[in-house]
């Protein structure tokens, strides 16, 4: 049986199409911005159930942080304050990201709303953040971070 033009144009369609992205059913990788967008959410889930393992994965050793008010912490504070993390929060989202990367640091700002009932009514506040990460054996590492309160004008 002789094979036509056409046959041969599917077969060799077929096994082009096979072997590149758009017919395998392999997921592409995550870009840089993409994981580390997922981090600063992995971040504020583990924050809020107080898995502390999971930030402490995220933060590197040196980790430093200056929070809204102005104080300053360090690794060993922000996992102590994940551990003893008691307050309602029913919404949490981290939108309006910017990220730079600069070969193994990466500068990430974001807006974090948090809503949760305060003296019985709803109260929503607003921070920016600036967190620094260093790329180390491949992975992501928090080493910077600061918050600052967003007030009504």
Not at 2 to 31: C, N
Not at 66 to 95: N, P
Request: charge should be neutral.
């Amino acid at each position: 049986m002789a094979m036509t033009w056409r046959t041969a144009l599917f077969s060799i369609l077929t096994v082009a199409f096979s072997a590149t992205p758009f017919g395998s059913s392999a997921q592409r990788a995550k870009s840089d911005q993409e994981i580390l967008m997922q981090l600063e959410r992995d971040w504020d889930t583990a924050f809020h159930r107080r898995d502390v393992a999971t930030i402490a994965n995220i933060l590197a050793d040196e980790f430093l942080i200056t929070y809204g008010d102005g104080t300053r912490g360090d690794r060993a504070k922000e996992l102590k304050l994940a551990a003893e993390f008691d307050q309602q929060i029913d919404s949490s989202i981290l939108d309006d990201f910017t990220i730079k990367i600069y070969g193994g640091t990466a500068v990430v700002w974001f807006t974090l709303r948090q809503t949760g009932p305060s003296k019985g009514k709803p109260l929503t506040v607003v921070y920016n953040y600036i967190d620094v990460f260093v790329l180390r054996a491949g992975r992501w590492q928090c080493v910077a971070s600061q918050s600052t309160k967003v007030t009504a004008s």
